[in-house]
């Protein structure tokens, strides 16, 4: 008879405790690493911090100082050479296969002095989780087998392979690469689902690389962040105090005229702002149009759909192409499509005085009163309404 540990549970059970388990590393993963240490988006309570940091060296021998300098740089150099683990210079196969490998190679002492500030090097650190990596999960090992018997080795394998597999692997590969875009942000980063679960709310990969100074990472109301979840419960307890999730510009129903506040408030919503001239500009006049040129946009609706409000840096030649010879055929089109860009200078164009952007707001929504076009003309009167503070 084999030995069944000192629990000596039945198999569900088992099961239970190993999802269990790996859960608590998920969460230790999403709020300790990335939202605090990575982002500084999250304030934890110093025994909280504490346990997952032990809990990380206990079940995945992660230190937190490389993971973080990687992450980081991540974020710094996203899908260019440099960046650590884009699935769109390296290859999707590579980063979902070894993706573990990739954070090994990419912690070299450069990297870790320029990105890896603010990160815990006290007695504990240096003398145990740094110096004995590996001893954590030797010791888990050991757990398992005292309380599981047999069984504690398969718990014990899952334990080492979840973080590979659903954070380096599914995480940085598959969110830079399948799934849907809310915000067109300037690199690959897409949400996988929006029931973000399984993986503690990083599913939710376009958001985060949009706010990556939000402890939140849920952004509309259908989506759902367990990692927020779990932020909000600790809260409650006075455990944590998340950071940068709140909006910093508003509507202000009634308000007409385009200050400078406005200028900065929409700078400050930039992508929200795009998302919605994509909603209430771009997709009503495309329908419009639709009617009337059949023959150009009816084929590729949907990808001319995506396509209009895409960041241009990932849009592919041929796509540009074909979007052109669209544009060239089309005046509505090809105005509305000048605007949104027109628009985005305002925040792009660096070293411009206030002054400037201002005036250059208020030409921006002269035109759009002028254009004709009642979707546009709607719209600069929405602009105008933003401002910091809410009524
Ligand atoms: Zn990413
Ligand atoms: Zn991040």
């Known amino acids: 008879m084999w030995y069944n540990g000192l629990l000596d549970l039945p198999v569900w059970q088992l099961v239970l405790v190993a999802l269990g388990l790996t859960h608590v590393t998920i969460v230790s993963v999403t709020l300790y ?12 309570n110093p025994v909280l911090k504490h346990f997952f940091r032990f809990w990380l060296w206990l079940t995945t021998s992660i230190n937190t100082k490389e993971w973080t300098a990687i992450h980081r740089k991540h974020h710094a150099m996203c899908e260019t050479e440099n960046d650590p683990h884009s699935p769109v210079v390296r290859g999707l196969k590579k980063v979902v296969l070894e993706g573990a490998e990739l954070y090994a190679e990419a912690a070299t002492p450069e990297t870790l002095e320029r990105y890896g500030q603010r990160t815990p090097e006290d007695w504990v650190e240096r003398n145990l989780y740094s110096r004995h990596r590996t001893l954590g999960i030797a010791l888990m090992a050991v757990i398992n087998l005292a309380l599981f018997g047999v069984h504690g080795i398969w718990i014990w394998a899952l334990q080492m392979m979840w973080i590979p597999v659903w954070a380096a692997g599914v995480i940085n590969g598959i969110g830079h690469y399948f799934g849907y875009r809310n915000f067109e942000c300037s690199d690959n980063a897409r949400n996988i689902v929006p029931l973000a679960i399984f993986i503690g709310g990083e599913e939710l990969h376009n958001n985060h690389h949009t706010y990556p100074n939000s402890s939140k990472l849920s952004r509309r109301w259908f989506e759902v962040d367990i990692g927020w979840g779990y932020i909000r419960l600790f809260q409650l307890f006075g455990l944590a105090k998340p950071k940068g999730y709140r909006p910093i510009a508003h509507s202000v129903p009634g308000k007409l005229d385009v200050d400078v506040e406005t200028v900065q408030a929409i700078a400050n919503n930039r992508f929200d702002i795009m998302r919605q001239y994509r909603k209430r ?48 055929k089309n005046a509505v089109l090809r105005q509305i499509y000048e605007k949104s860009h027109e628009l985005q200078a305002l925040w792009r164009r660096r070293g411009v005085k206030p002054q400037e952007k201002l005036h250059a707001l208020m030409d921006w929504c002269r035109d759009a009163e002028a254009s004709g076009i009642r979707y546009l003309e709607d719209f600069a009167a929405h602009l105008k309404s933003y401002a910091l503070r809410p009524m």
């Open 33 to 44: 690493l990335h939202r605090h240490s990575a982002h500084n988006s999250l304030d934890l």
């Open 281 to 328: 500009v771009m997709e009503p006049v495309l329908r419009q149009q639709k009617h009337l040129m059949e023959d150009e946009i009816k084929p590729r609706y949907r990808q001319f759909r995506k396509l209009l409000s895409r960041e241009v840096t990932l849009i592919k030649p041929r796509d540009q192409e074909q979007l052109e010879t669209l544009l060239e």
